[in-house]
């Protein structure tokens, strides 16, 4: 089993925690990093890792705050990876949780809903 | 009264100290909120948005429009940021401008930075095209750009500009101030109002 990732947050970038063995995969906080292709490699090696051998079902979780633009493209590089392990025949439930005073974070996630096709459910939180 | 009293205030009030009155007056009858004029770095861009964030909640702005403004001020300092790899390679002037002003029940974020000359025409073109667009025209055409493998300065320009669009949900309101061939001021300025949200 592959090892879990692990990333703190920090003010410039979002709590990254991939544990296979326990189905959790979530990403939250804010995405504003220096080098957005350089947080980012970490996190798509390690699903290029994962996509070798997933689990039956992956429950993957975003909560962000914000993020920034070059961001946004590396969350796509991510969901696609996510699309590529579905369309291989094992199970994706991606849950896109956004304030309910957010509606940009809410449009976000029906860009990214639109340009892909795996399963990808919209969460308002209410508070 | 002292005789000296005018004498005293105009000597004060001579060089850098009526500048800074007339900035603080220009700032409070202008209603900015917050300005700044240096680099922007990336600890900058995480250090005023904490401020603003303060600031908005002094404000008592309603949660989805101070959380409007924050998310327009993201994409804006996006767009006049510069890393540090591209300060050290060119001797080019990255200072900029950042204003937040309060009009009524809307907010402006103003941004003002130097862009190379050569730049001017395209980056008009592609206001322009913003512009005329409608807001399921623009979601579609971010969409179109989200999806192009360009990670260039250019290509994210273009995307934060668009998405600002979107998210103020205003017309971009711009001006390019001819300095010389080399460079040209470039300023941009976005509106969020309570009653486009």
Known sequence: ?127 | MNPNTNETTRTYMSGSLSITYATYKDMYDNNIIFGYRGIVTSDFVTSVLDIMEERLEEERQSKKLAKKVFNVMVESLTNIYVDEDKRAKDDFDHTALLLVKRVNDAYRVTTGSYVPTRDVKALKHMLDKINCMTHDELKLYYQEILQLEDATASGLTSLAIIDLARKSKNKLVYNFKFESEKITFFTLESEISQKSL
Request: hydrophobic residues 35%.
């Open chain 1, 1 to 127: 089993m592959l090892e879990p990732l692990k990333i703190e947050p920090t003010h410039k970038t979002p709590k990254v925690y991939f544990d296979p063995a326990n189905n959790i995969f979530e990403l939250s906080g804010r995405s504003i990093p220096e080098d957005s292709v350089g947080f980012y490699k970490r996190i798509l090696d390690w699903i290029d890792d994962y996509s070798a051998g997933p689990n039956d079902k992956t429950d993957f979780k975003f909560e962000l705050e914000y993020f920034n633009t070059s961001s946004s493209k590396n969350i796509l590089e991510l969901l696609k990876k996510l699309e590529k392990i579905h369309q291989g025949g094992k199970a994706v439930h991606i849950s896109w949780y956004y304030d309910e005073d957010d509606e940009d974070m809410e449009e976000t996630g029906q860009d990214y809903k639109a340009l892909l096709s795996v399963p990808l459910e919209l969460i308002m939180k209410v508070y």
